[in-house]
Nanobody
Framework: QVQLVELGGGLVSAGDSLRLSCLASGRTFSSYNMGWFRQAPGKEREFVAGISRSGGRIDYLDSVQGRFTISRDNAKNTVYLQMNSLKPEDTAVYYC?????????????????WGQGTQVTVSS
């Protein structure tokens, strides 16, 4: 089992930056691939960014590539999502998730544990 707590959401203006943090507790953090997902009102939850156990593999949603950066600090049991040049279409609840399975995947169905989510609102 692992527990995930997201921090860092808020209300910002277009063009601003935010950094989300996700603190994990429970099993060894380095055993998990980690991902950030988001869900806007009326839409399905979608993959935003993922990072493998060692940090050697990183993937992004096309629309955030070049603006968002995912990173992890295994010594602090924390994964981060740095979001720059935010746009109103980035408004959503952002979720941190952990995947304990073999290999690495960006598929939502592969992720076993989820945080409670943090709201990010970007005004135009």
């Amino acid at each position: 089992q692992v527990q995930l707590v997201e921090l860092g959401g808020g209300l910002v203006s277009a063009g601003d930056s935010l950094r989300l943090s996700c603190l994990a507790s429970g099993r060894t953090f380095s055993s998990y691939n980690m991902g950030w997902f988001r869900q806007a009102p009326g839409k399905e939850r979608e993959f935003v960014a993922g990072i493998s156990r060692s940090g050697g593999r990183i993937d992004y949603l096309d629309s955030v590539q070049g603006r968002f950066t995912i990173s992890r600090d295994n010594a602090k049991n924390t994964v981060y999502l740095q979001m720059n040049s935010l746009k109103p279409e980035d408004t959503a609840v952002y979720y941190c998730a952990a995947d304990y399975g073999m290999g690495y995947s960006t598929l939502k169905s592969r992720y076993d544990y989820w945080g409670q989510g943090t709201q990010v609102t970007v005004s135009s």
